[in-house]
């Protein structure tokens, strides 16, 4: 079972920036690769981020040197940095793991096999 808990959601002004925060309640390495999605009402759930065991990262075109992906193993969390956020970021955010070591690390959803309850960000104009 991998638990997944994220927070620092929040809401901000456009260019402002937020930092998530996902806690596994396992060491980083038994969960695969891990990423993370996020979900605007009325559209599908979409790929941002993804970081492989060798700590090799993707990012979605759309965040692309405006967010980075990290992880802390000594503390089994991983992050997205969000910088420069625009309105269009606005969504509820979710740190995903997939349970399996992939290379690359997958970008569909269907892929990840455990989900956090997720943490709202909103972006104001």
């Known amino acids: 079972q991998v638990l997944l808990v994220e927070s620092g959601g929040g809401s901000v002004q456009a260019g402002g920036s937020l930092r998530l925060s996902c806690a596994s309640a396992r060491v980083l390495g038994l969960n695969g690769c891990m990423g993370w999605f996020r979900q605007a009402p009325g559209k599908e759930r979409e ?3 993804t970081i492989e065991q060798n700590g090799s990262t993707s990012y979605a075109d759309s965040v692309k040197d405006r967010f980075t992906i990290s992880k802390d193993n000594a503390k089994n969390t991983l992050y997205l940095q969000m910088n420069s956020l625009k309105p269009e970021d606005t969504a509820m955010y979710y ?13 569909m959803a269907r892929n990840y096999n455990y989900w956090g309850q997720g943490t709202q960000v909103t972006v104001s104009s």
Do not use: D, F, K, N
Request: charged share 10%; hydrophobic share 30%; proline share 12%.
């Open 47 to 49: 790929r941002i981020t």
């Open 95 to 107: 740190c995903a793991a997939s349970g399996l070591w992939y290379r690359p690390c997958p970008t």
